[in-house]
């Protein structure tokens, strides 16, 4: 009962730390890239209000990091009779998850077998090292018995391992000072548990020497371009970066430039394509002094536009065409010409150099089309590029459903018809209408352009059996129609 409330206020404790936690320290964050395996003596040796306070200091210790692959993975491996990995370096992507778990973590007891939990670590820190970064295994323990650990430990460093302890006052310093990475003075503590938090800075700091990133990478590349970054390690006030860069063949002066502190990255432009380039970057700060770091790269060959053209919304009278790179500092104009194959007539198209694409239309259905981009270069270089494209096959349009005449009078009819109402556009009516003139005149032809919402027409004078065609309209065309001949009374009349 006793160790059950005992845990309830350490717990509490860690959480009222939590909330009034100062913020966090600006070297800190963003600025590590590595491993850290905490190796915690969980066993029967350690007092519970001991392997509490490990576990608040551990917390304290570990809050400033950013989390997970590319910035500072941590696991927790405990020691007792068995040793229980709490969880890998690759599950805690964020602090919040980190502090909580680190929470939830209960002592072992048991025996002393740190021998046993190093072998563990080395397989852990073996398999789970996310390349050529930092390791660090973090030893929390009482001291008492540590067991033979000076084999394993130098194992570890030797596979590149760096061994930082902390050990409270009653352990075998003999042993801890064998087998910490040296200089003692900065990786091994030995502290009364009460006062634990003192050294929180001083191993912080410890850590950030072992795993800071200085790194200077290219994250894009381009044939005349490139993004260098980096790991911050001043700020706006405490000092500022020196970019030389230049061409590894020596073709040029080099360039020079003065960064503010609060920097992560630059771009460099205006390189030349399939040329190596060496850069360094350059720290100053009157605070301490920093590595100068350096990076190797060969820009892209430069691909000139058009490189590629693609065909897209292809229908029976149109074809969208794309062009790219844009390329507006080195091209002046685009061309297109596009005709039939194979000897339709050539049409011809002009565009600026921030354009890359347009439609076509007002072509043939089911026609295969020569297309040729061409771009006009500032260096008076035109580079060009055809593909073939081939338009739709014309789709069959609905054709009039019904079409109905009635005569009404002498000379008059009732016309009356149905069609398919989707895309309808309207209806072309003609009619045969009579010479008023002469008997032996020809029938002239009228005809009119009805709406879509047109289901019929009066029509008359009519000449003696007019043949009257109603047509549906499109936005692409014309469908089928019908066409009837019309008899009127006045026919009936004639013929009687």
């Known amino acids: 009962m006793k160790s059950i409330l005992l845990r309830v206020v350490i717990l509490w404790a860690i959480l009222r730390r939590s909330s009034t936690q100062p913020s966090v320290p600006a070297t800190a964050i963003n600025c590590c890239e590595g491993d850290i395996l905490l190796l915690l003596d969980s066993s029967g040796s350690v007092a519970n209000y001991e392997f509490s306070r490990f576990l608040l200091f551990a917390a304290e210790l570990l809050r400033p990091f950013s989390l997970g692959r590319d910035h500072v993975r941590v696991g927790l491996l405990q020691v007792g009779t068995k040793p229980n990995l709490e969880f890998g370096l690759d599950v805690h992507t964020n602090q919040e998850s980190l502090q909580r778990a680190l929470q939830r973590v209960i002592q072992l007891q048991g025996d002393t077998n740190t021998d046993v939990a190093l072998r563990v670590a080395q397989q852990l820190l073996r398999k789970d090292t996310q390349g050529d970064v930092p390791k660090i295994l973090l030893w929390l323990t009482d001291g008492a018995q540590p067991g033979d650990v000076d084999e394993l430990m130098s194992a570890l460093k030797e596979q590149g391992v760096y061994v930082l302890a902390v050990s409270t006052v009653h352990g075998n310093y003999q042993v801890l000072q064998r087998v910490v990475t040296p200089p003692l003075e900065s990786h091994l503590y030995s502290v009364d548990i009460e006062n634990i938090e003192i050294i929180t800075e001083d191993l912080r700091e410890a850590i950030i020497e072992i795993i800071r990133a200085e790194r200077l990478r290219v994250v894009n590349l381009t044939s005349r371009s490139a993004v260098l970054q980096w790991r911050p390690v001043l700020s706006s006030d405490s000092g500022y970066y020196v970019l030389n860069y230049r061409s590894a063949l020596g073709t040029d002066l080099g360039m020079k430039h003065i960064l503010s502190g609060d920097s992560s990255w630059t771009e460099l432009i205006n390189l030349e394509p399939e040329t190596p380039y060496t850069a360094s970057l350059s720290p100053e700060s009157n605070q301490r002094l920093f590595n100068t770091l350096s990076v190797s790269f060969t820009t892209l060959p ?30 002046q104009r685009y061309t297109v010409e596009y005709g039939a194959i194979p000897s339709g007539s050539v049409h011809t198209l002009m565009f600026n150099s921030q354009q890359n694409s347009t439609l076509l239309t007002s072509l043939e259905p ?44 002498l000379q008059g009819v009732e016309v009356a018809w149905r069609a398919n109402h989707e895309g309808l556009k309207g209806f072309w009516l003609s009619w045969e209408r009579e010479k008023r003139h002469s008997i032996y005149a020809k029938p002239s032809i009228s005809s009119v352009y009805l709406p879509p919402t047109s289901r019929g027409m009066h029509l008359t004078h009519l000449a003696p059996s007019s043949r009257v065609c109603v047509s549906p309209v499109y936005s692409s065309g014309r469908g089928d129609g019908i066409c009837c001949s019309a008899h009127t009374h006045a026919d009936s009349r004639q013929s009687g």
């Open 302 to 331: 430069d691909v000139l536009s058009p490189a590629e053209v693609s065909l897209s919304d292809s229908g029976p009278h149109q074809i969208r065409v794309s062009w790219g790179p844009l390329q507006p500092a080195q091209v």
């Open 366 to 409: 089911s026609t295969d089309y020569l297309v040729t981009v061409s771009a006009l270069h500032a260096s008076g270089k035109e580079i060009v590029m055809s593909v073939k494209a081939c338009t739709q096959e014309a789709a069959a349009l609905p054709a009039l459903a019904d079409l109905q005449l009635r005569s009404v009078d």
